[in-house]
């Protein structure tokens, strides 16, 4: 018999407590043992008539009941759920959490204390919800050169920009729809800001360098002043804009790592990622690329994910493919050493100025939506340094996107 | 010291040497053991001077060396790789495999063996190139019911389909520039009938039901017979033609599993899966929809699953979640039972006729393409018996495909 506790009892919490009862024998069949949930946490002190028989008072009772070998966290934050999951760890008890501003604060130190005290530290659902993100970078990628992460990993601001291309909305009124489906937050600020994504992608970074990245240390922009003419631009040019999340391993092991809108043509696999979906392309050194795609969130593919990870700790122990990374911080680049293509829209179409802009960029071509008194230029892949430089001699800039 | 040897050194084999070699840094970090490929067979007596100095004279040197741990058959077929990999593991070996044809016609043979004996049968190259496709299916998915499987599982096909689409031309131009390139066969019946996507379709659904499903019970039909026109009514109605695998399993475990054209509409993740990339959607009872895409052929990719499993065989031992399935023969429901949408073409525009289409599918709805002295009927969900039932009723159908 295997006992979890589960700290925290909201949509993912109590997604897990569901999956572990509906999916009982399956779980037993594929494990060989028996699964229950002796105990739940929640301070809310949920009168949820299922679960009132279960509910611990104290974190203490999980932490001093030598039966639990699991604790599930799903508090979120990195206050008490920080507090709890690292005294678990410490009472050689195995964690999984669905956390990533925990994994992504305090991921190096409690991947530490997991290995010291031999016991599993997973954190499957803290990225990209029910897709098998973490383990296929831990299980397939294991002897792959990870070169490059990019990903759209947040499915609230891809649900604004799917509105906004299809069906012509401006930013606010997508905002709005999303707030009034339950997609995005009364505060949006982490996700259309790009923090959300940020954490993700420092995790992910982390995972394929083997060292600390920091989402101090990552470049983030979100998507709030995407306009509605931006999308016009894209879809004359056959592109998309998609928030995406990257990262980038140089031979040195140095990382880039940014956040930031991206306009993709048509035969980048992310173009076709639509509304709250989200995917990941992977590429390594002999693999190739592999996107993986599908729910980022939502109460059972993130509690699945908790439960995936809940298996293999059953099944595998301590005898897993190592997700981990050491406490070393790793080199990041700063984003004036990153190279694009850039989309930059100006003012004024007088055609001298036209001229003057896009010889200012070599391989640039014109592009200009009827009717409007302005255009763009799409330019070759410059260093982020040469095209501020270049950017700050020419007038009238509107904005500028960068182009994958 | 992990000892590797590698039956057959063409394509596969030849890659699998390659990444051990050139990854072997990456490799030992990953496992904590030095890796090497101590021996090579390959009756075709190479001179490549690399391997000159392990190659084996024959496959009892290999079968007898104690130190050999890791047996790769890269050979093919069902001859000499079936009597190989099974003298393997009955003397003991861990087997990995690319090999479909042997997985699809002796897996649950050779997995049984593989139990007994307690060392591992793995064949993640043999589906999906370098997608890691059966480890998800064996490991994210563990605990989960598998309601559906549907999956581009053929580059050749999906390459092929590709051309006739983008570029307006008919099937044998289209077969005959992926012949050129080297994507399609001589003999390209296997690809372009089905038979490749078939053998792959049949071993995950004995993934997903855990009973033996046979080639040979799984209806397939290919690509030959779409033509440019059907290529047309797709796009006007904002579809493409994909050749899919697909297995659904139902409450009792039955399974229906088929190998058909079918047309599929811009929202399904399929649609936008272009050239020789391969992708899959699983869909499970919690974890929803989740699609994984990549190059499902290819040298580096193919081999780089071989090395996966070699990995995990290192790491994991026999503590892996299985990845299995039992010798019960599974039941595959007959085409006749299974239910679908159908998109038929019409000789004959006159419009008493299009109307006796139309009103002999209920909410069925009427295409047309210009200038074409025919019509095509798009239906609602007809299970596939009453299908062919109203269809016998009615004359001058030139073709059907089905819809998803």
Redesign the interface.
Same mark, same amino acid.
């Given at each position: 018999m295997i006992n979890v506790s589960i700290l925290g009892f909201g949509t993912v919490g109590s997604g897990v407590y569901q999956?572990i009862n509906?999916?009982n024998k399956?779980?037993e069949a594929?494990?060989g043992k028996k699964i229950r949930v002796k105990s739940i946490l929640d301070n809310r002190k949920s009168v949820n008539p299922d679960i009132a028989g279960i509910l611990a008072e104290k974190f203490e009772d999980i932490e001093n009941d030598e039966e639990i070998s699991v604790v599930v966290e799903t508090i979120g934050g990195t206050g008490a759920a920080y507090d709890f999951v690292k005294r678990a760890l410490l009472k050689g008890k195995n964690v999984v959490t669905s956390n990533k501003a925990l994994v992504e604060m305090y991921g190096s130190e409690l991947l530490r204390i997991a290995k010291e005290k031999n016991v599993a530290f997973l954190f499957?659902a803290s990225v990209g919800g029910?897709? *098998?993100l973490i383990?296929?970078i831990g299980?397939?990628? /294991?002897?792959?050169?990870i070169k490059e992460i990019d990903g759209i990993l947040n499915g609230t601001t891809n649900y604004i920009l799917t509105c906004m291309t299809e069906e012509g909305q401006s930013f606010e009124e997508a905002l709005q729809k999303a707030q009034e489906l339950g997609y995005a937050e009364r505060n949006p600020e982490a996700d259309i800001e790009g923090y959300d994504t940020g954490r993700k992608i420092a995790i992910l970074s982390s995972l394929a360098c083997g060292k600390e990245v920091k989402f101090s240390d990552i470049y983030t922009e979100g998507i709030s002043k995407i306009e509605k003419v931006d999308l016009e631009y894209a879809k004359q040019m056959s592109m998309a804009i998609k928030l995406c999340g990257s990262a980038t391993v140089d031979d040195n092991g140095d990382i880039a790592a940014y956040v930031c809108p991206m306009m993709l043509d048509r035969?980048n *696999?992310l173009?076709?990622v639509?509304g709250v979906?989200n /995917?990941i392309l992977l590429e390594?050194?002999?693999?190739?690329?592999?996107?993986?795609?599908?729910?980022g969130a939502?109460k059972?593919?993130t509690?699945?994910?908790v439960?995936?990870d809940i298996?293999?700790i059953i099944?595998?122990?301590s005898?897993?493919?190592?997700i981990e990374w050491s406490e070393e911080r790793a080199k990041v680049l700063p984003m004036d050493k990153t190279s694009h293509r850039y989309f930059i829209r100006f003012k004024d179409v007088d055609e001298k100025h036209i001229t003057r802009c896009r010889r200012a960029f070599a391989d640039s071509e014109v592009i200009r939506l009827e009717g409007l008194d302005e255009f763009a230029v799409l330019t070759g892949y410059i260093r982020e340094k040469d095209f501020n430089l270049v950017s700050e001699s020419l007038n009238d800039i509107i904005k500028f996107i960068r182009v994958r």
């Open positions: 999956i509906e999916n399956e779980l594929s494990t499957e029910g897709i *098998p383990r296929t299980d397939a990628f /294991a002897g792959e050169v035969d *696999p173009y076709m639509k979906f /995917a390594g050194n002999m693999l190739g690329r592999t996107m993986l795609y599908g729910s939502g059972l593919p509690a699945s994910a439960v995936s298996l293999s099944k595998l122990g005898n897993r493919l190592p």
